[in-house]
């Protein structure tokens, strides 16, 4: 692997999801790059398909899933095509998943010495073994990461089970336990959702001191554009399985491509405290998506051709890419 090439690439990925309703086609052509050190945010609204997209970087997606197009390239490995047993040991100890939903990602009958000491002896195998005795440079391994992620009284957490956590100090040992086994990619959907914006705020700075002393790199996945930006070097919008556009973090805020994204920084809630306009509409249904431009429908500058030719993702300026006809006319015009 050379020094230039990405950590994870994500190239022409397709995936559908077989339905009641027909075939839904979810995924469509998504491409990705991240960086050693690098921290990507994936931003879009509800059901634009972040989580399935990560999902599928962990060989997790769910059983009526197709993966129809593409490579997912880590560390010279295609993981679309690895067998179980391999994904199975990069997943925990080379890439960890912060999951979407913290309540269900805890093992409530072990105590959270027992879980984080399987993730250090296994490596991501989560076989907690119950009672079992934390004993030295494990135990040490575990009160260090407990005191990285700021958890007060680290030896008296190492005995107590999930449910005598606060909500916010549960994020905090689900954040030890991706980190403990030392992964070189962390992805984390939504992280802190569902916390006061306080404490989310802090766990979110947190993570960023994390990454920038450990030479992590992270896939950030959010529906706020606002904490993308606070988070991320770079930035993937992403509309209705698509990739709508990338650019540098504080760039998107300076000036938005894509009317889509233009849309979504609309509805980054104002420091009044009052919601922007936002964009009006939903994502498209998937079974009968848009034939060309998934976006067309709701777009405000949508042209014939939206509705004729699939804009493809271009580099507008250099490093940064969209996909729209709308951009591509007025760059010309202009
Ligand atoms: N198991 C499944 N079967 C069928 N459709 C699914 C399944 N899982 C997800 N989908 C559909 O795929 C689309 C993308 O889902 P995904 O969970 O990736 O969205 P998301 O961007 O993570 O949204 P959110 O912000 O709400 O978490 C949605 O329309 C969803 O309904
Ligand atoms: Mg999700």
New binding site residues.
């Given amino acids: 692997m050379s020094l230039m090439e990405p950590l994870l690439a994500i190239q022409d990925l397709g995936i559908h ?1 077989l ?1 009641y309703e027909g075939r ?1 086609r ?1 995924i469509n052509g998504v491409r990705l790059t991240i960086h050693k050190g690098e921290t990507v945010a994936l931003v ?1 609204e ?8 990560a999902k599928a970087i962990l060989g997790l997606l ?1 059983p ?2 197709e993966t129809v197009s593409g490579s997912i390239m880590f560390k010279g490995r295609d993981l679309l095509r690895l067998p179980e047993e391999d994904l199975h040991g990069i997943r925990g100890s080379q890439i960890a998943m912060i999951f ?1 939903d913290p309540s269900t990602a805890l093992n409530p009958v072990f105590t959270v010495g027992e879980q984080l000491t399987d993730v250090v002896l296994w490596q991501g195998a989560r076989r907690a073994t119950r009672g079992r005795r934390v004993t030295g440079a494990v135990r040490q391994r575990c009160l260090e990461i407990l005191r990285l992620v700021r958890i007060p009284d680290p030896e008296g957490t190492l005995g107590r089970y999930p449910v005598e956590l606060s909500g916010g100090m549960r994020q905090r040992v689900l954040i030890a336990l991706a980190l403990v086994g030392r992964p070189e990619l962390l992805i984390a959907d ?1 992280l802190g959702t569902a916390l006061d914006v306080s404490v989310q705020d802090q766990i979110l700075l947190e993570v960023r001191e994390l990454v920038r002393t450990g030479g992590l790199s992270v896939l950030y996945i959010t ?1 706020n554009l606002g904490v993308a930006r606070l988070v991320s070097d770079r930035i993937y919008v992403m509309y209705g399985g698509e990739i709508a556009e990338v650019a540098p973090a504080a760039e998107v805020f300076r000036r938005q491509l894509h009317p889509y994204s233009q849309g979504l920084l609309a509805a980054v809630p104002r420091l009044t405290g009052r919601m922007g306009e936002g964009i009006e509409g939903r ?1 498209p249904d ?1 079974v009968n998506p848009p034939p060309a431009c998934r976006f067309e429908p709701r777009c405000p500058f949508r042209m014939e051709i939206c509705s004729l030719n699939r804009p493809l993702l271009l580099e507008a300026e250099p490093g940064r890419w969209v996909a729209c006809h709308f951009h591509g006319s007025r760059e010309e015009s202009g």
């Fill in positions: 999801m339905t839904a979810v879009g509800t059901g634009c398909g972040k989580s399935i997209t769910p009526n899933a979407q939504e529906h994502i998937y």
